[in-house]
């Protein structure tokens, strides 16, 4: 039996002092606990890591999912591996996956999982063998595709940074989606000019009700390396307001340049603004500075699907505003078109010969704007009220569903995209990156129908 305390002697009642550390000591320790491991992770990246860094470097667009066993079977999943073995695969997983193209031409999807736990005994039935990058297991839609993304992805000579490391940890843990200049071109078709600040970027998704949520960042070039902190910008719910019934979209912008940078950038563009339309210059320098509200609106008549709206702000440039309108109104007459009579001083309202009306410009003067149109003349415009958000950046919103009837969107946008009744997409510069938006935040949201 066990003595009780009070039988112990006076010396064994007393436990030794075990010395405080002193509190530098103290600090030193717990951050080194902290910083040690992911030091060593930095070095020593993730398998996992590796083979997502490999992709972020040579394919255009690539795009996570969080495991979901109880949605029904994805067809790429059926089509990459066969129905068994991705009815099996699907039940249990756990684990983000990703899709991806690698850019090529009327390219198909890649699937690629995570390497680890796939049963050998599945993978040896699947028809193409797949590509272990790192920790991924890589299939591929057919051989020939399978070998050119072989040669691709050769291992990088250093590590991502900037924007791609911050998109990392997005695409390893959530729903997420990077892409390239290549995948936006792919999406956008004829309108990536018209979002040339945002040719490198990633988002981070999330569904919320019957819409989509997304926030993130994009550079205006590819690669590029930016001193910022990890993390992300969180998701917010919707503050934008939908457009007006009658309208089909509505961008505003703190500058044209937002709009036009990518077309102007290009001699095949420029020098016929300069030569048959008298927009040399200094009057591109003048639409580079003036914010903006485009609207497209839809038209019933057999002459046109909708007409577009240009309203800007004229500030103190009413005069180099009238001198541009003044070069276009001179080339439009050589080009075989005639300004229909009785119009407003400084307003016209363009006419071609068989009397059809397919433009023109109307000076409001109480706003002090500029109104320039193609198609009918818009009765009435939809007003233009700046904003702090225009002022800064841009805002944009559609009716994706009343575009695609009209067959006015690029037909690789997403699906989600394509069947949203409306959405909204902000792009703002990141402060310290200069007006041209070398890097931008973006934000943005879409509800779909019913």
Known sequence: MLPRVSELPERMKVLPRIPRLPLGCTLATTLALLLVPALLLRQFPR?????????????????????????????????????????????????TWWQFWDGQPDAQPYLALSARGLPAAMLRSVTVPPLLVGDLAIFPPD?????????????????????????????????????????????????APFLQNLQEGCLSLAIQGN??????????????????????????????????????????GGSLEQLFSGLLARELIRQPLADRYGFGPQQLSLLRET??????????????????????????????????????????????????????????IWQRKDGAVVGGWQWQTTSRQLLLFLGPRPTPAVPYVPSSIETVGMVLRARPTALAERG????????????????????????GFGRTAALSRLQGSLVLLP
């Open 211 to 252: 819409g989509l949520l997304w926030s993130g960042e994009a550079a205006s070039v590819e690669g590029m390396v930016l001193q910022l902190p990890l993390g992300g910008q969180p998701l917010l719910a919707p503050q934008i307001a939908p457009p007006a019934s009658d309208v089909l979209l509505q961008v505003q």
């Open 47 to 95: 398998a996992q890591a590796i083979g997502l860094e490999r992709l972020m470097a040579n394919v255009s667009l690539l795009q996570s999912f969080r495991a979901t066993p109880d949605r029904p079977v994805p067809a790429l999943w059926q089509q990459r591996l066969g129905p068994p073995v991705a009815e099996k695969l699907w039940r249990f997983q756990t684990l």
């Open 291 to 348: 914010p903006f509200q485009l609207v497209l609106r839809p038209r019933a008549d057999e002459a046109f699907q909708a007409s577009l709206e240009l309203t800007v702000p004229i500030g103190n440039k009413e005069a180099e505003w009238k001198v541009a309108l003044g070069r276009l109104a001179d080339s439009l007459r050589k080009e075989g078109f005639r300004a229909a009579p009785g119009e407003a001083p400084g307003s016209a």
């Open 408 to 431: 006015l969107l690029p037909p690789d946008l997403p699906e989600v995209v394509k069947r949203s009744n409306w959405l909204w997409f902000t792009s703002a510069p990141v402060p």
């Open 143 to 191: 051989p020939v595709s399978r070998e050119i993304l072989r040669v691709q992805l050769q291992p990088q000579v250093r590590r991502s940074s900037g924007l791609r490391l911050r998109c990392l940890p997005r695409l390893e843990r959530d729903q997420a989606v990077f892409w390239r200049p290549s995948g936006l071109g792919v999406l956008l078709g004829p309108l």
